[in-house]
């Protein structure tokens, strides 16, 4: 079969590989029909999380079942189906605690309870690096889905591949940013980045009742997309002081919530990228320190973009100072995605209009490169194999 697959940082080519096989009672192999370039794929392109061997990419995927082991329930050849990014067992400690992303048997070899830079992780992520698992990833014509019985949804006849698709991770990141910051009806939301987890917060912000939604990006063509499609204000920090225009629009107190869907991968100064070599981080924490200055005291943070790295001056002072509360963390698919399906359902949310680039798996090395440099207005990709 053909599949995207990182070789080096930088260097992601579609190639033959071998087709994927069942190798547990509940494994299903699946026919991909739309897969999607995630933000967090670009932290293994860029070499942000380390990978030292090939790997087949991508976690946002959906197809139909080829084929199905013994012990798989509920699933039969010729269903199609969304899966979400964490791969999960479905009966251990953390998934029977409602917290998928920890479980502890999808991630043999470099499990742990210390969140360690390079072991003690989390569960296993598709596509997403030897430290989550090694499993090979979505981007492809066919992929092994182990636990089958745990996180796959079946797909109604009545809705589109595309309509579906984020449902495997960006659209429950977003909504995840949202409900941590238990929004009781009409607070002001600052989203720190416009990409398309952002933007997917953005939705959700409305949907569980801001009175306010503010989106901060220095890309103007992602901030038309925010305005066009969410109907939010927004913020270019290359135009005015961000952390000062949100306290002149609130007041002088600051939002209620801030969300930082960046991450390690902010735009960075010269400066930046000497103290990240001093101080051996990997990119940059200046979206979470903005966070924390925007948002009014007794304000919630929730962090959804990625950190890979402890970071020096971390802004403890403030936190304490201010009295804050913060979540961080990836989010648990499953335990959204089915009120979320409901939602594209009844036609309360669109999904698939952030979509700027849909491209055969063939030219995957391109659409890498233009999310990644952020050409031709890329915002989301969408490969068909």
Known sequence: MKAAVFHKPGDISVDNVPDPVIKAPDDVILQITATAICGSDLHIYDGFIPQGKDLIMGHEFMGIVAEAGPGVANLRKGDRIVVPFPIACGHCYFCAHDLPTACENSNPEYYGPEGNLMNNKGGGLFGYTALYGGYPGGQAEYVRVPYANV??????????????????????????AIDWAQLKGGETVVIFGSGPVGLMAQKAAWIR???????????????HMAELRNKVETINPND??????????????????????VGMEAERSFMDKVKAVVNVEKGTDKVLELCFKAVRRGGIVTVVGVYGSPFDNFPVHRIFDKGLTIRFGQANVTNYIDDLFKLVEDGKVILDDIVTHRLPLQEAAHGYHIFKHKEDDCVKVILKP
């Not at 591949?161 to 659209?171: G, K």
């Not at 009742?209 to 901030?223: F, K, N, Q, S, T």
């Open 240 to 261: 005015t002081d961000v952390v000062e225009a949100i306290y002149s629009m609130t007041g002088g107190r600051g939002a209620d919530v801030c969300v930082d869907a």
């Open 209 to 223: 009742g801001a009175g306010r939604v503010i989106a901060v990006d220095p890309l103007p063509y992602r901030l």
């Open 151 to 176: 996180s796959p949804r079946k797909v109604p006849e009545n809705l589109t591949d595309d309509q579906v698709l984020f449902l495997t991770d960006i659209f429950p990141t977003g909504w995840s």
